[in-house]
């Protein structure tokens, strides 16, 4: 069997194989990535900026063929898979604005006489990890900043997504990038190891697994590599009173259910006030009974198929756990019949810390509801998990919401609204939801080398 494969979520079919690479195209790939650093930390700032540029018009011109490889690949809904296109062109289009922006020198005030600036320079090829649920996306905003900052990428995508990563590869060429510049390669994790190991490379971005995530930290830690993790998150939506509960209600439901439920930042624990819970809770639970899953290459269809049969293998396990030790079951539960990776969306209550949905990620379209007497009670709950990514917070009180903003452990707080994603709005999280911090002016500075020139006379 080979390593990288398109296995079809919605038939359950292998399309097509893809070889691993040789130790020997590994060592290769390192070597031009090395020797097309040395050139490229050299190249105009207007250069790269020029390359950014041509890359957002090849995503917005190939939408209608980049698209369907992601309906494709992982079953997302086509309407959503066009999405993601746009956000990519969009991070490229801010990068190539604001890059060189980022890149000025800064003037520090200090004592004595003479000068002191910190110059904005690259440090060198970097290994990219990337997940399978937005195959595109999580690799642009990677890859963006870091080729406007001067780095060379080596990078290794899903297994399950070599589609999506040859349409990268392509697009970039096709863009004008310089001969290893941006490197894919498929690898296997024995490999990676050795690439993040190797002298020559200066960085490893992950956005992943907390299992993932901790094994490549382990690695770049022993060798003195920068590291980001982006890993997981069991975000909470709190529902502080019962202003607009219809809006409130929409977007939970479209938060949690958005990609299959298969985002980090998706609301999995809906946190919710005693005296507003019971309306919710039938609002919410109403409207995903009504969710039907369905064709992603439809265009009507918004909630697709898992993005394979071992993921529904997972998220069943978690749901059966809790059920098994008393949770209750408000609607769902069940996988879909015949050979999609279909599963049905699904609301729990009553869940405890004995049962696993209570700390770990849900990564599928499942959501559990808990009741709380008081905003402490809910800040508490929302605290207890052991990640801290993103949250969202329900409330007509504004000071109420920032107040409650304050008190939650996570990366990304959200007043009114849930986490999306943004060229120039900082992404990352806290405690086992990973390290560091991609787009924006925040992700640009990860992997580039602040430094001081001192002019003493």
Not at 23 to 31: G, K, P, R, V
Not at 48 to 62: G, S
Not at 129 to 142: E, K
Not at 169 to 195: C, I, K
Request: overall charge negative; hydrophobic content about 40%; glycine content about 8%.
């Amino acid at each position: 069997m080979s390593y990288y494969a398109t296995t079809s979520p919605l038939t359950g079919q292998r399309v097509q194989e893809f070889p691993r690479a040789t130790d020997h195209e590994i060592s290769d790939a390192l070597t031009s990535s090395d020797a097309a650093y040395r050139q490229w930390r050299t190249s105009s700032l207007e250069e790269r900026a020029d390359v950014l540029r041509a890359l957002a018009k090849l995503w917005h011109e190939r939408a209608d063929e980049l698209a369907p490889i992601l309906t494709l690949e992982m079953g997302k809904p086509i309407p959503q898979a066009r999405g993601e296109v746009a956000l990519c062109a969009n991070i490229f289009e801010y990068y190539a604005e604001h890059g060189p922006t980022f890149m000025e020198d800064e003037v520090l005030e200090i004592a004595g006489g003479g000068e002191a600036i910190v110059r904005t320079e690259p440090i060198g090829p970097l290994v990219g990890i990337m997940p399978w649920n937005f195959p595109y996306y999580q690799v642009v905003r990677f890859a963006a900043p870091n080729i406007m900052l001067g780095n060379t990428l080596l990078l290794k995508h899903s297994r399950n997504c070599p589609q999506s990563a040859l349409a990268i590869e392509t697009l970039f060429v096709e863009a004008g990038l310089p001969e290893g510049v941006y490197v894919n390669v498929f690898a296997d994790n024995a490999q990676v190891a050795r690439m993040v190991a190797d002298p020559r490379v200066r960085g490893v971005s992950l956005t992943g697994s907390e299992r993932a995530g901790s094994a490549v930290g382990e690695i770049a830690g022993r060798h003195m590599k920068k590291f980001v993790l982006e890993l997981g998150g069991s975000d909470p939506f709190i529902v502080l009173d019962d202003t607009d509960l219809d809006t409130t209600v929409a977007a939970a439901v479209n938060n949690r259910m958005a990609n299959a439920g298969q985002a980090c930042t998706a609301s999995k624990r809906l946190i919710v006030l005693d005296d507003v819970y019971d309306r919710f809770l039938d609002k919410f639970t109403e409207a995903m009974r009504n969710i039907v899953p369905g064709d992603p290459t439809d265009p009507a269809t918004t909630f697709g198929p898992l993005s394979s049969r071992s993921c529904v293998d997972e998220i069943a396990e978690q749901v059966d756990d809790a059920l098994a030790k008393g949770a209750k079951l408000l609607t769902g539960g069940c996988r879909g019949e015949g050979p999609g990776a279909f599963y049905e969306a699904t609301v729990l209550a009553g869940v405890t810390p004995q049962m696993r949905v209570y700390s770990e990620e849900l990564f599928g379209p499942v959501a559990v509801v808990y009741k709380v007497a008081t905003e402490a009670e809910a800040i508490a709950l929302a605290n207890e998990s052991p990640f801290g990514l993103a949250a969202a917070i329900f409330t007509s009180d504004r000071n109420q919401a920032r107040r409650v903003a304050e008190g939650l452990e996570v990366g990304m707080a959200w007043i009114n609204g849930t986490s999306k994603s943004a060229p120039d709005l900082p992404f990352g999280g806290v405690k086992r939801s990973g390290v560091g911090r991609e787009l924006g002016r925040y992700g640009f500075n990860e992997f580039a080398n602040k430094k001081l020139v001192r002019t003493v006379r």
